[in-house]
């Protein structure tokens, strides 16, 4: 029992988290954030111009954009599996 605990002890840590972790962590965080401040200048700026309901209409517009070219790759990728 004592040998097997001895061993376990010499071989180290693995689930020791290496630098590359943290730098992925940390460019996460950064790309994160800058999405956030630019998400902030355009909804911003379109509230600024257009008021409240003009910056809904624009942002339910790109989702509407986004949405139908989303379901027009699934409904490709759904033609492709049935043939």
Do not use: S
């Amino acid at each position: 029992m004592d040998a097997v605990r001895f061993d376990v002890m010499a071989r180290g840590n693995d689930m020791e988290l290496g630098w590359k972790f943290w730098l992925g962590i940390v460019a996460f965080a950064i790309a994160a954030g800058l999405a956030v401040l630019i998400t902030m200048l355009i909804i911003g700026r379109a509230w600024y111009a257009w008021g409240f309901f003009g910056m809904f209409l624009a942002i339910a517009a790109v989702a509407l954009v986004a949405g139908y070219i989303v379901d027009k790759r699934d409904a490709r990728k759904r033609r492709g599996l049935e043939a």
